[in-house]
């Protein structure tokens, strides 16, 4: 499940002493993830920035980048590759961290802002015109494209940071009214800087439609 993630990072399962699995031995801790119990790993970090392996990672693409200076499309591509390349070889946690399939949401965010941001400017002209009736469609077409990309956004980023706490609040409020009511616990793993790229994708979104900015 997408959303099913850490719940705690306190180990499971772990026997009182070494004789208590029976075998003489302690088996090893576990942890709750993706709504299973999986062995505790030894933290592993990859793709830091202060790393061997971004070094290896960032100087061919720099080279590519710097060969591709007359292929602006090429470039373009090239960049957008590498960089979810770069999200999906995070550090590994223990316990695990962010799954690399969370790029998905990345490029959900991507994916919206770029169609929200060539239908705003798509209306641009059409909503600076004299005429009432060329103007207000293309106006109300705008704020829609608008509206679509701070929900879809703003939707991934409530949903993912603040399920949980409002789920707590709920049978807060249920307990000290007494109401039978118990909010379900969602588990939900926090993706790697959800909270930058969806507030550096609003931003262009935004400015597209102040006309600050070009679509890309």
Request: hydrophobic share 45%.
């Amino acid at each position: 499940r997408l959303a099913a993630g850490i719940g705690d990072s306190r180990s499971f399962g772990t026997p009182a002493g070494p004789g208590a699995s029976g075998l003489g031995r302690r088996d090893p801790p576990q942890v709750l993830y993706g709504g299973f119990r999986v062995p505790r790993q030894p933290l592993q970090l990859a793709m830091l920035f202060p790393s061997f392996d971004f070094l290896v990672f960032i100087i061919p693409v720099l080279l590519v980048f710097w060969a591709a200076s007359g292929r602006p499309v090429v470039r373009v591509l090239f960049l957008l590759g590498a960089s979810y390349f770069f999200y999906m070889a995070g550090p590994r946690f223990d316990p695990p961290g962010t799954p690399w399939y969370y790029a998905g949401l990345l490029l959900f965010s991507t994916v919206l802002d770029f169609a929200c941001g060539h239908a705003m400017h798509r209306h641009a002209a059409s909503a600076r015109s004299s005429d009432p009736a060329v103007a207000d469609p293309a106006k109300r077409a705008r704020n829609a494209a608008l509206g679509l990309s701070l929900v879809g956004n703003l939707g991934l980023l409530a949903y993912f940071k603040y399920t949980d706490f409002f789920f707590s609040i709920a049978t807060d409020f249920s307990e000290a009214f007494g109401l039978p009511f118990a909010a379900p616990v969602m588990h939900t793993l926090l993706p790697v800087g959800i909270s930058f790229y969806t507030f550096q994708s609003l931003s262009y979104s935004i400015d597209v439609w102040r006309e600050r900015l070009d679509p890309e």
